[in-house]
């Protein structure tokens, strides 16, 4: 069993504008030991697997990362 949380359906639409969209976003994240962490990120997919629902985004980088959308804290558009 999972621990995800889901999130609230609103924030869930908004990821997927982005995506479609191609909008960068400022996106702050706890990771998995609960330390926050902040980047300015270009949202790729929103897909759900291993029971929970996953943002893969692209970090100013270059580096593709998948979080769990249980694990944003806030974003908003670049």
Do not use: K
């Not at 976003?25 to 980047?39: P, S």
């Amino acid at each position: 069993m999972s621990d995800y949380v889901p999130i609230p359906c609103i924030e869930h639409e908004r990821l997927e504008f982005a995506v479609l969209r191609r909008q960068r976003l400022d996106l702050t994240w706890r990771d998995a030991n609960g330390v926050e962490h902040r980047d300015s990120v270009l949202p790729v997919d929103v897909a759900t697997r291993d029971g929970a629902e996953w943002l893969s985004l692209r970090s100013e980088d270059g580096a593709l990362t998948h979080l769990r959308l249980d694990r944003i804290v806030v974003f908003a558009p670049v």
